[in-house]
């Protein structure tokens, strides 16, 4: 890529920080991009107490601009409005929210284009509608994250789906086989369709947060004891994810697992009616978690948990599991489309069919962990470096075939 490379990102709750969830792995590719990209300007949609940040990494300036949301409080400086963000970016609003957010991004990427031109738009994030209408009014050709596949509402989120995708100069950039799979049987051309997998540095060992010395006595568990760690509200993950959770850990304990349990949630979705449900003495830990305390968890934990009760997802999967797997720690989920990309039965985790199959494997799990440690590290080295990420969207922004 030659110098004076100006690419633009934009999307939902990014800052120049890591935080919690899956926009760390924009910050992380940020370096990557650097080395052949003369300039990043990211607009993100946020509340922040600046409306402006800038960095250099290398000879790239990376700016962030951040326009606040109309209807939802998004961010550590939000303010009351509409709909105040719990969990999951709620859908229906969320939608609106995108929409009246586009008039603003659309305006800014007029000015820019006319000061800066830019040479490529990405979208972090499916902005909906929103997505077509960038795409109609830029002056380059777009690109656009698809994560994951909710589909609880059947042929009419297909529809949606096809809506929001299908325009001439957008590229949907799926992170799942499955998903991209699931596209091109919806309508979406595949010329259109370019897959490329998430990632985490696989070179550099995860560490924990500093000061972390003795993680038992900072996360208040005890020593010695099995860990199957939860993290709340992730992409896919709703309400109903974490008591089917609970409710097998529950099973488990009562059951004879010798074992604790961490359900850690970020600290914008804990809810109350949760709270009353830690209870360390039966091993069972509900908290919410600050970023830091999340590092030294996954660094703590021996087995990721994250099952799923909706079986109509494709999942991405998601970014957390492949930093626990870089870490050398299998996953235990549920048979859902996308899973099977990233989990082998016995290898790097176990895909669980029901409740009783979920506690089962939980034991399974127990006995064996250890020796799954350097099939976990080869499946994210093999597929999920993100060295190799960076060289698929750098391809992509340069306009790069497949």
Request: proline content about 4%; overall charge positive.
């Amino acid at each position: 890529m030659s110098a004076g490379i100006h690419i633009v990102l934009i999307g939902l709750n990014i800052c120049l920080e890591k935080q919690e969830g899956d926009k760390n792995f924009w910050v992380e590719l940020l370096p990557y991009l650097s080395d052949e990209v003369s300039k990043i300007t990211i607009l993100s949609i946020k509340d922040h107490h600046v409306s402006v940040e800038k960095k250099y990494i290398g000879g790239c300036e990376i700016m962030i601009k951040y326009f606040p949301p109309h209807l939802i409080a998004i961010g550590e400086a939000g303010k009351n409005r509409l709909i105040n963000r719990k969990g999951g970016f709620p859908a229906i609003w969320g939608v609106l929210e995108k929409i009246l957010s586009v008039k603003k991004i659309c305006a800014e990427l007029k000015r820019l284009h006319r000061e800066e031109p830019y040479h490529h738009i990405h979208l972090m994030d499916n902005m909906g509608i929103g997505n077509r209408i960038i795409a109609a009014s830029a002056k380059t050709e777009v690109s656009v994250s698809a994560m994951a596949y909710q589909g609880k509402f059947g042929l009419l989120y297909d529809k949606y789906l096809l809506l929001s995708y299908r325009h001439t100069k957008l590229t949907i950039v799926p992170y799942s086989k499955t998903y991209a799979e699931k596209l091109q049987s919806i309508g979406i051309p595949r010329e259109r369709i370019r897959q490329i997998k998430w990632g985490v540095d696989t070179r550099r060992r995860p560490e924990p947060a500093a000061g972390s010395n003795n993680l038992e006595r900072l996360l208040s568990v005890p020593a010695g004891k099995c860990m199957y760690l939860w993290a709340g509200y992730l992409q896919q993950i709703r309400r109903k994810e974490f008591l089917l959770a609970y409710k097998c850990a529950i099973k488990a304990l009562a059951g004879g697992l010798d074992g604790i349990f961490y359900f850690a949630f970020k600290l914008e979705a804990m809810a109350e009616e949760f709270k009353s449900l830690n209870n360390p003495v039966q091993g069972i830990h509900v908290k919410a978690t600050t970023v830091d305390e999340f590092k030294n968890l996954q660094q703590r934990a021996d087995i990721f948990y994250s099952p799923f009760g909706d079986k109509n997802i494709i999942i991405a999967p998601p970014l957390t599991w492949i930093e626990v797997l870089n870490y050398g720690r299998p996953v235990l989920t549920t048979v859902v489309r996308g899973a099977d990309e990233i989990i082998v039965n016995g290898k790097t985790g176990f895909m669980a069919r029901d409740e009783d199959d979920i506690v089962e494997k939980m034991f399974d799990l127990q006995r064996g962990y250890k020796g799954m440690r350097e099939d976990c590290l080869k499946m994210i080295r093999d597929k999920y470096d993100i060295a190799n990420s960076a060289a698929e969207y750098l391809s992509l922004f340069r306009g790069g075939g497949q």
